[in-house]
């Protein structure tokens, strides 16, 4: 009995998630998938040429060089100091509203999400430096957690987004157009992330004891003043995509260069950290080569066999309207993002889901900003979150599954709040980059 293309896919997607469930790396396991995939409904010569010309149109093309070049400035921004400086300065201006805390850190990743785009270093980093504070004055350490881990995702969406410049390149899209989508709600987010705070502390004043902690005006400009550094990547980044001073591919390389520049100008970089970065921005770039490479040789695989082909016709001949579309998908991205990390369940998927969208006709840089919020969700979603678990190992033990996991809940229905607006007002995300090409 012969399969049919849709049969196929799901056997292949299917064997990918089963190999996922026994621990296998997410980029051996589609590597493996996608090979026997090839090699039973090809034949053996089609899979070999794939497996030859695949690995090396993706490490040669140069598009690609700005994931590394982005992980290595996130990576420098770390080393340098700088969530420590915007820390300071956000807790000194609200340390006397209740819940100032909180409100710190939101504010305080918000700004380094500009300066990184790695959502893990982010919250790895700020439970460092915000949970110590919260601990000290007696905040909820559940919620003190949760939110931590939920801010840690504004670098998902704020630029320059690491998991943003991913998609734009699995979707070849506009680096800078996607980038430029995700500002306004990556900040929208931060400011529903305060309101929904200072909501919930009005009717659980535990969650956050008042503090009498104050500092003079001169003090919080003092602290102030230290954030030049964000403010310096920014514009040297996103203000130089903007104004076409250089392509979204070489904005990676300047804001390396610029974040390892202020770091050995402020003398926050030793020779040695500066080392470490290197090693850790290669790691991570290998990683993520890794899973691209695992991610379009199962494309090719579900392209061959005719699964994506028939999907697409199976959509159009039941007449799936675009509010189910958008529900399955919504539905599929939050139940994966509860077992698979971020970036895999996004590579596995955008094969079959991002052609779907087109076919429906709707706008690719709207969606595309809808599956980043769907990923970021995805991202604090019990129990495999993967900040959550960032968030868990930098506390070295102080915070458990069951309390992060509990604490997490408020600021996961804020995310479903903000996903349910920007489903309603696609200008959201669509605004500013039509007024930049415009």
Request: hydrophobic letters at 60%; aromatic letters at 12%; proline letters at 4%.
């Amino acid at each position: 009995m012969t399969l049919s293309g849709l049969e196929q896919g799901a056997i292949t997607i299917a064997s990918v998630l089963g190999l996922l469930s026994i621990g296998v790396p997410v980029s051996v396991a589609m590597i493996a998938v996608a090979g026997a995939a090839m090699w039973l409904v090809a034949g053996f010569d089609f899979s070999q040429a794939n497996f030859k010309s695949l690995p090396y149109a993706v490490t040669s093309n140069y598009t690609y060089v700005v994931v590394p070049m982005f992980v290595l400035m996130g990576v420098l921004s770390a080393k340098a100091g700088i969530i420590a400086d915007l820390y300071r300065a956000a807790h000194r201006f609200m340390s006397r509203v209740r819940g100032g805390l909180y409100f710190s850190t939101i504010l305080a990743s918000a700004g380094f999400g500009a300066a990184s785009g790695s959502t893990v270093v982010a919250s790895s980093v700020f439970t460092t430096i915000s949970l110590p504070e919260m601990k000290r004055f007696n905040y909820n350490l559940g919620v003190s957690a949760g939110c931590i881990a939920a801010a840690g995702t504004l670098a998902a969406l704020i630029p320059p987004s690491i998991i943003m410049v991913i998609l734009a390149v699995l979707t070849d899209q506009s680096i800078g157009t996607l980038l430029m989508a995700g500002l306004i709600p990556g900040l929208l987010t931060a400011l529903i992330y305060i309101v929904g705070i200072r909501f919930f502390v009005l009717f659980r004043p535990s969650w956050a004891p008042p503090t009498n902690e104050t500092y003079s005006w001169r003090e919080k400009f003092q602290a102030l003043s230290r954030i030049w550094t964000v403010l310096l990547l920014v514009l040297l980044v996103m203000g130089g995509i903007y104004m076409g001073f250089f392509a979204p591919s070489a904005a990676g390389a300047v804001g390396a260069a610029g974040a390892a520049l202020i770091a050995a100008f402020s003398r926050r970089l030793s020779l040695k950290d500066f080392w470490e970065s290197l090693l850790e921005a290669a790691r991570i770039s290998t990683v993520l080569f890794f899973v691209f490479i695992g991610g379009l040789l199962l494309s090719r695989a579900l392209l061959i066999m005719g699964f994506i082909s028939d999907l697409n016709d199976m959509i159009l001949a039941y007449g799936i309207s675009e509010s189910t579309f958008l529900a399955i998908i919504i539905l599929m991205y939050f139940v994966l993002g509860m077992f698979i990390d971020s970036v895999s369940v996004m590579v596995i998927t955008l094969s079959f889901v991002f052609p779907l969208s087109q076919s429906l006709g709707l706008n690719p840089v709207w969606f595309s900003v809808l599956l980043i919020k769907m990923v970021e969700i995805a991202a604090i979603t019990p129990p495999v979150g993967l900040n959550l678990y960032a968030v868990m190992a930098a506390s070295k033990g102080e915070v458990s599954a069951n309390q992060i996991f509990k604490g997490i809940l408020p600021f996961v229905l804020l995310e479903f709040g903000f996903l349910a607006i920007l489903i309603i007002f696609p200008d959201i995300a669509t605004w500013l980059p039509a007024k930049m090409k415009g």
